[in-house]
């Protein structure tokens, strides 16, 4: 259950992080993994580790809100069977404090970046009888967070992106869904923490824990399964829905 044998999979923001995972996970399962990402040590240093792990995967740089350099990738491919839209950057302020360099960088990664590969994907999957699309949104795009105007802004794009591509290509036999995670340990976590919080790292660590009523964050791993199910041929009913994996934030928080 849940192979991936030989399926083409790219996945975006996949040298670190949830992305990482994910790739790490499909590997495992046997797909022949392609990390894009904008860092090309850390794609490299992936491939390594799932070369090493006995699987299949391949580097690339690329920039995802650079449309012709997203094609160029997709192109020489030239064959999705999973996408996974995962690269993205993250963003603290309100309306009235983010500026416009921030809110364009935002809009650029998360959303346009989403779009282009998208673009560059769906002729492929069309051209081959189908394909599957996962895209990783936030809870952002669904509830009120503090101080994330533009995150959760792009995060309710990608939302409506998904909802859009499972309509429009279901003659196709593309099947599109999201993943919408509540915090998630990552590197990112702890260079935030180290960042804004200095010697208070460990209190705001557990802080931001139990925010999540299961009283932890996520392990980028707990994402990758999921993405896994979602990506694999049991879930062949499964499109146009989103997923929150989040301990509980959305519904027990009242």
């Known amino acids: 259950m849940l192979s991936l044998e030989n399926k083409e999979t790219i996945i975006t923001g996949s040298g670190s992080g949830i992305g990482k995972a994910i790739a790490s996970l499909f590997a495992k399962q046997k797909a022949i993994v392609h990390i894009v990402d904008l860092n090309k040590k850390d794609a490299e240093a992936v491939v390594g580790e799932i070369e090493r792990g006995g699987g299949k995967a391949f580097a690339h740089e690329c920039n995802v809100a650079n449309q012709q350099e997203v094609k160029n990738i997709f192109d020489k491919i030239n064959k999705v069977d999973v ?23 935002l ?60 309509k429009d290509y279901l003659a196709d036999n593309i099947r599109c869904n999201s993943i919408s995670p509540a915090r998630v340990h990552t590197p990112f976590v702890d260079g935030f ?28 791993e707990e994402i990758a399964t999921l993405a896994l199910y979602l990506s694999s041929d049991e879930a062949s009913f499964i499109t146009g829905s989103d997923y929150p994996i989040d301990g509980g934030f959305l519904k027990l928080n009242g």
């Open 83 to 105: 996408l996974v839209n995962s690269a993205g950057v993250s963003h603290i302020g309100k309306a009235h404090t983010t500026s416009e360099t921030d809110f364009d960088r």
């Open 107 to 166: 809009i650029n990664v998360n959303v346009k970046g989403v779009y282009n590969c998208l673009h560059a994907a769906i002729p492929l999957m069309q051209k081959q009888g189908g394909g599957v699309i996962i895209n990783i949104c936030s809870i952002a795009a669904l509830v009120g967070l503090n101080d994330r105007f533009a995150y959760s802004m792009t995060k309710g794009a990608v939302y409506s992106m998904t909802l859009s591509v499972a």
């Open 193 to 220: 923490l180290a960042k804004n919080y200095p010697g208070k790292e460990k209190e705001m660590f557990e802080k931001l824990s139990k925010s999540q009523p299961i009283g932890r964050m996520a392990k980028p």
